[in-house]
């Protein structure tokens, strides 16, 4: 471990006991609070990052990049479970969203731009992007059907928008699992790594045990820190003059996408474009195929009432287009850093319509 690496994780170990003793003593300012469990929640994502990438040496690349984008999604699904406990339901769908948004947008450009900078092209595995957008174009369709239904209904129709909510949860569900069953077991070869990695030693290898231990209890960590994050986020966005909405599609979806697209941008850094690609769209299918149906599915046992999965048509839209350019950009295979810079411009653009849209719908 770098001496950077040490500073960074003993900043966590810092603040991490801070903001707990600040949140029991009460009284604190929450935007305080607010920063103090964002920040914390930054090298924990680092430390998954380099937990389940001492994972992925013992798994592979198909199966790392699967570990990488479930244990990455960790703080963005604890984050919205106490979200949603506590009622705050359009902060929740708009993190869904923004999820999406900041993999797809902001993760994979910062990996083009950032491998970019150091090689003239860079190649990754084109069957394996298209498999990859075509199961978030149809998680996008899939959840603009509760949407569409919902412009239709009256009032004697709200149990059937319920009914419809819950079939397409549980469809998205099973094409998630089908997916995976795809992926791993029937044509592992559509995904199989193609581009030219750098050599990696064994030397400072993790144990297998000391791998998954570190997973778990830093997924912990991020728990605690996500339950201040919540509990501190409606007068913070009060302060500084934002919705919640804005908070969710942008701060909470950058805060706590930070492990998968760190993790991303590592992987480009050293030339692993299959693995960072991996990361950042299999983080975002696993978004919408399998973090939004559970997330609807557990507001009928810790919700105040039922989640639904109606968005606004400024989400739906932003999400549709952002698929398209994913297909544009990634489906031929290779990366360069003006790909990256394209995909960060359109990810800001979008940041800043959302900021100035009322209601962020």
Do not use: C
Request: net charge neutral; hydrophobic share 60%; charged share 10%.
């Amino acid at each position: 471990m770098s001496a950077l690496q040490k500073i960074f994780y003993g900043l966590a170990l810092l603040i991490i006991p801070l903001a707990i003793i600040l949140d029991k003593i009460g009284g604190v300012p929450q935007p305080l609070l607010f920063f103090l469990a964002a920040v914390a929640i930054f090298p924990l994502a680092a430390l998954l990052v380099h937990a389940t990438e001492q994972l992925a040496t013992y798994t592979g690349d198909t199966i790392g990049g699967l570990l990488n984008a479930t244990f990455g999604n960790a703080p963005e699904l604890i984050i919205a479970l106490v979200a949603l406990n506590a009622g705050l339901y359009d902060m929740v769908k708009a993190s869904i969203i923004g999820a999406i948004l900041a993999n797809m947008l902001l993760g994979l450009g910062a990996a083009f731009l950032a491998g970019g900078l150091r090689r003239h092209i860079q190649e990754f595995n084109p069957a394996a992007a298209r498999n990859y957008m075509t199961m978030m174009l149809l998680a996008v369709i899939s959840l603009a059907i509760p949407s569409t239904f919902h412009n239709f209904v009256t009032a004697g129709t709200i149990k059937h928008e319920q009914y419809v909510n819950l079939a397409v949860a549980v469809v998205l569900l099973a094409t998630y699992f089908l997916s995976l069953v795809f992926m791993l077991k029937t044509h592992p070869e559509f995904f199989e790594s193609m581009g030219q990695a750098e050599e990696h030693s064994v030397e400072g290898r993790w144990s297998l045990p000391r791998a998954v231990v570190t997973l778990l209890l830093t997924s912990i960590f991020v728990a605690f820190m996500s339950e201040i994050l919540v509990g501190a986020v409606e007068e913070t966005a009060k302060v500084l003059g934002m919705s919640q909405a804005f908070i969710g599609i942008v701060v909470l979806a950058v805060v706590g996408g930070a492990a998968e697209s760190s993790s991303a941008v590592v992987m480009g850094v050293k030339n692993r474009m299959d693995l960072s690609v991996s990361i950042a769209i299999g983080s975002s299918i696993q978004i919408a195929l399998f973090v939004a149906p559970v997330l609807l599915l557990a507001s009928y046992f810790m919700a105040p009432q039922p989640l639904n999965l109606v968005f606004g048509p400024g989400l739906l839209g932003a999400v549709f287009l952002t698929v398209l350019i994913g297909i544009m950009v990634a489906g031929d295979g290779k990366a360069n850093w003006f790909k990256g810079v394209q995909l960060i411009t359109v990810y800001v653009v979008m940041a800043v319509m959302f900021y100035f849209l009322p209601g962020s719908q």
